[in-house]
């Protein structure tokens, strides 16, 4: 089966660091183009970032933009985030997700189009 794993997720002073994984198991990383989602209690799912099959294209949402970086080792099955001066406005259950394409060099940040997701990993930014 295709599955997805998210970890990495912790509480974090405002201004802290952390770094998300998502390990794929049961299929070839390098098929898909994997995305970062987020979604806060009480508010709607919010794209964060893409990133193409070779890793080569990346897109972030302006939130986030400036702050997080997304990277993948296709040799790991592993897909990265990292994030850099946190904001309590970042506290979510964040989220990644794999679209299987033939397409190269694009990505994109709509939830609807991936059909494989993880479970998510609890990130909470907090003093």
């Known amino acids: 089966q295709l599955q997805l794993v998210e970890s990495g997720g912790g509480l974090v002073q405002p201004g802290g660091s952390l770094r998300l994984s998502c390990a794929a198991s049961g299929f070839t990383l390098d098929y898909y183009y994997i995305?970062?989602?987020r979604?806060?209690?009480?508010?709607e799912r919010e794209e964060v970032s893409?990133?193409?099959?070779?890793?080569?294209r990346t897109n972030y949402a302006d939130s986030v933009k400036g702050r997080f970086t997304i990277?993948?080792?296709n040799v790991k099955n592993t897909v990265y985030l990292?994030?850099?001066?946190?904001k309590p406005e970042d506290t979510a259950?964040?989220?990644c997700a794999a679209r299987g394409s033939t397409v190269q060099g694009m990505?994109?940040?709509?939830?609807e189009w991936y059909h494989h997701w993880?479970?998510?990993?609890?990130?909470t930014v907090s003093s």
């Open 50 to 56: 893409c990133i193409s099959k070779s890793g080569g």
């Open 93 to 95: 259950v964040y989220y």
């Open 35 to 37: 995305g970062w989602f």
């Open 71 to 73: 990277s993948r080792d």
């Open 39 to 43: 979604q806060a209690p009480g508010k």
């Open 118 to 123: 993880g479970q998510g990993t609890q990130v």
């Open 107 to 111: 990505c994109v940040m709509l939830g």
């Open 82 to 86: 990292q994030m850099n001066s946190l």
